[in-house]
């Protein structure tokens, strides 16, 4: 009689087990499609808004009073141009400051009071460091509303992003390949330049990418240090003033004429194939170094 009890309980409890679990999984599967839901309806309405806009006219015309002759030559060629420098930059420190928090600084209060602040630094508003770049690359610097003054900035932005990236992915490689490095003779050098970086690549170009992205579609700390929003010309060198994509969309989404509407939309898909350009290379990167180790 006691065991039939037990088992009544035991099946009772598993029944009640599933239809959490059913609850849950139902939930979840809401959650999934009123993103999907929301992400076609966003990209229906910005491709239908875009149709009839979207030509080689629009790629090689500048901005323009009038909607039917505006243009986004300008601002695309100034969000590569900020890209030569966000790029590289911020590659270069990021993945240096992770390879020294991991593989050469020593465990204690210094490395960790130094990885909280980047961590810390990952979550500021985008805006903060727009107005620090204005205080130090603008008017500090005084290198004024040109190229290399918002790539110092955007540099500062997506450093931390990266530096934590870089560092999760390089805390992934197994301790196996550096040992027997290490007793095939290598230094340390030759074990991170050779092992550890190229094992370490596709989660480095992942978190780097999305960095970059991030910061190819920002505009508030472009605003804060006086980047225009019309320019119909294009820069010579990183000194002279530009303006970018975000920019130029985020000026003709305020203008009062309803065409601007359709021209801010072309703006946006042009953006988009850039923004997936640039993951498509990473993901392609990444795939090739997955096969190899």
């Known amino acids: 009689m006691k065991k039939l009890i037990d088992q009544e309980k035991v099946i009772k409890n598993m029944a009640g087990r599933l239809v959490k679990n059913n609850f849950f999984k139902f939930l979840f599967f809401l959650a999934t499609v009123f993103g999907l839901i929301v992400l076609v309806v966003l990209l229906y309405r910005i491709f239908t808004q875009a149709i009839g806009w979207l030509d080689i006219d629009f790629l090689q015309n500048f901005a323009s009073r009038r909607p039917e002759e505006a243009g986004i030559k300008a601002a695309l060629i100034g969000s590569l141009w900020l890209m030569v420098i966000v790029a590289p930059l911020s590659l270069i420190l990021g993945v240096g400051t992770a390879i020294y928090l991991e593989e050469y600084a020593k465990k204690n209060r210094f490395t960790d009071f130094i990885q909280t602040n980047i961590s810390n630094l990952a979550g500021v508003p985008?805006?903060?460091f727009g107005l620090l770049g204005l205080t130090v690359f603008v008017r500090g610097m005084e290198l004024g509303r040109s190229v290399m003054a918002a790539g110092l900035t955007m540099s500062l932005l997506v450093l931390p992003v990266i530096v934590v990236a870089a560092q999760e992915a390089i805390r992934a490689v197994p301790n196996q390949l550096r040992e027997a490095s290490y007793g095939m003779g290598a230094?340390?050098?030759q074990t991170i330049y050779r092992?550890?970086?190229?094992?370490?690549?596709?989660?480095?170009l992942t978190g780097s990418i999305l960095a970059l992205s991030r910061a190819i579609g920002e505009t508030a700390p472009l605003v804060v240090i006086g980047i225009p929003t019309f320019i119909a010309y294009l820069p010579k060198s990183i000194f002279d003033t530009?303006?970018?994509?975000?920019?130029?969309?985020?000026n003709w989404t305020g203008r009062p004429q309803e065409e601007f509407q359709h021209v801010a939309a072309a703006g946006i898909v042009v953006l988009l194939f850039v923004l997936i350009l640039m993951n498509s290379i990473a993901v392609f990167i990444r795939n090739k170094f997955q096969k190899r180790f």
């Open 126 to 128: 985008s805006i903060v």
């Open 187 to 189: 230094t340390k050098w």
């Open 195 to 204: 092992v550890v970086l190229p094992a370490a690549i596709p989660g480095i």
């Open 242 to 250: 530009f303006t970018v994509m975000p920019m130029q969309i985020y």
